[in-house]
């Protein structure tokens, strides 16, 4: 017996799998306590009935029945995980005929939505009187992702030909090398037209791409990363703010404005609405110029 681990008395199986997984698989202490968890649960699911009649549909309602108790997709994952486990040994070594965990699979958890900046947090991160190259291109590096909703890899993407700041967009890169254009809000049009000059003095002649590292090459996203950190903690935000956050918050700011989830979507450059409706959960409206009236940092201060 596994120290620490405590068998039903009823069910004496117990004991010779906790010593198979300790004693033939090897497990460590607290893996095999885990799985000794999961299964006590299985059998006081089981009760009186014997184990070599459960089926794939008792088994199924032992998963309702714990989900509707509070159990997240995720734990009945894992207590699937080590049911299959107890079964095979029990296949294995004492003559059970089939395994009736085989092939079921735990309700999917709702996803979560993503961490998002309010808009005065968005607007503390991002106003400020940068003077410097490097804060300059920090600026309108952020604000040109919380502006149009670009992946890290899609802003450091993006060369001097792909911004039009006339017309107000750009073109990005994204996933699968699919090309999307995406509008640019006023203040990220202002940032990235205070930075042109200090990025002729620093860029490479060879260079194309819009933001530059101090030596005038390509900077890497671990860069960015830590430049956006400090700033944030520079502008009192307590949350750890990183890329993606101003992306989350580029969506959920639309979404809480405009309830327009087919425009967010193509702003995202999703391949499929359900990944776009993480955001939210409201119904598909149709809303002519979304992006204009909605974003809070795309409109010229009055």
């Known amino acids: 017996m596994t120290d620490g681990v405590e068998a039903p008395a009823d069910h004496p199986l117990f004991d010779g799998y906790l010593t198979h997984l300790s004693s033939e698989r090897r497990l460590a202490a607290l893996t095999v306590e885990n799985y000794a968890r999961d299964v006590r649960d299985l059998l006081e699911l089981v009760g009186t009935t014997p184990i070599e009649r459960l089926t794939v549909h008792d088994v199924r309602r032992f998963v309702a029945r714990l989900h509707a108790q509070g159990l ?19 296949a294995r070594d004492h003559g059970l005929t089939a395994n009736p965990a085989a092939g079921l699979k735990a309700p999917r958890s709702p996803k979560r939505l993503p961490a998002s900046l309010t808009p005065d947090e968005a607007a503390s991160l991002l106003d400020g009187a940068d003077e410097d190259a490097l804060p300059l291109r920090d600026r309108a590096m952020f604000e040109l992702i919380y502006s149009s909703g670009l992946r890290l890899a899609e802003v450091l993407g993006v060369r001097l030909e792909d911004i039009d700041l006339a017309a107000g967009t750009v073109r990005v890169l994204g996933k699968g090398s699919k090309t999307r254009v995406v509008p640019v809000g006023a203040q990220a049009i202002a940032a990235v037209e205070r930075w042109l000059p200090e990025r002729a003095l620093m860029a490479n002649a060879e260079e194309r791409v819009l933001f530059v590292s101090r030596r005038g090459g390509r900077l890497h996203p671990r860069t960015v990363q830590a430049r956006l950190t400090a700033r944030a903690k520079a502008h009192g935000l307590d949350a750890k703010v990183h890329p993606h956050v101003l992306r989350h918050s580029f969506a959920s700011h639309i979404l809480q404005s405009s309830g327009d989830l087919r425009a967010v979507q193509e702003l995202l450059g999703h391949a499929s609405i359900s990944t776009t409706q993480v955001y939210t959960h409201l119904d598909f409206q149709h809303l002519a110029k979304a992006y204009d009236a909605a974003h809070p940092r795309a409109r010229k201060k009055t």
Do not use: E
């Not at 995720?74 to 029990?90: E, H, I, M, T, V």
């Open 72 to 90: 997240g997709g995720r734990s009945l994952a894992r207590k699937l995980s080590a049911w299959r486990g107890f079964f095979d040994y029990l």
